[in-house]
């Protein structure tokens, strides 16, 4: 279950997710959870959320992200992410399983606290502050999209 964590308040409901975090100006969605164990089959059942987020966005790219305690390099690679930063494209991920959470500057420079859980969709719009983390369970697998085939890059350095 989604979790959202706001000016001292905790927030489960999705209907109040989606409303803060649409007023905070980034998408939160709900999609069907489909049981698939390769990344080509969590595309292919995918493909027309996939395919609408292409054509009505202008992302070019799909693929699939898995972190979990057995990855090598584990902390070196949530290092890269668990500190403020932002990417000049939007960030979207669409979690299959597992839970991470994002730190994520709203409109007026107050941060939110949302734990995503499969099902979740989430865009933070480019140039927006931001910050992830696994949570305990150390496991998050993904769906990521980008305006570019190339990705993007984590800038740490202040708001331009």
């Excluded at 109040?16 to 959870?33: D, K, T, V, Y």
């Excluded at 859980?117 to 696994?134: C, D, E, K, V």
Aim: hydrophobic share 35%; net charge negative.
């Amino acid at each position: 279950m989604a979790k959202l964590e706001y000016f001292g308040q905790t927030y489960t409901n999705e209907d109040e997710i989606h409303s803060i975090m649409n007023s905070a100006g980034i998408l939160f969605e709900r999609w069907p959870l489909h049981r698939a164990t390769s990344d080509d089959q969590i595309l292919k059942l995918y493909e027309s959320e996939i395919n609408y987020l292409m054509q009505t966005r202008g992302y070019v790219a799909a693929d699939m992200v898995a972190l979990k305690s057995t990855t090598p390099n584990l902390t070196e690679i949530t290092s890269r992410y668990n500190k403020e930063h932002h990417h000049t494209d939007d960030e979207v991920r669409f979690t299959v399983e597992g839970e991470g959470v994002f730190e994520i500057e709203d409109n007026t420079g107050e941060f939110l606290k949302f734990t995503a859980t499969p099902g979740n969709l989430i865009i933070i719009p480019a140039y927006r502050r931001h910050l992830f983390y696994l949570t305990q369970q150390s496991n998050i697998r993904c769906i990521r999209l980008f305006l570019d085939k190339n990705g993007w890059e984590a800038i740490y350095n202040d708001f331009p």
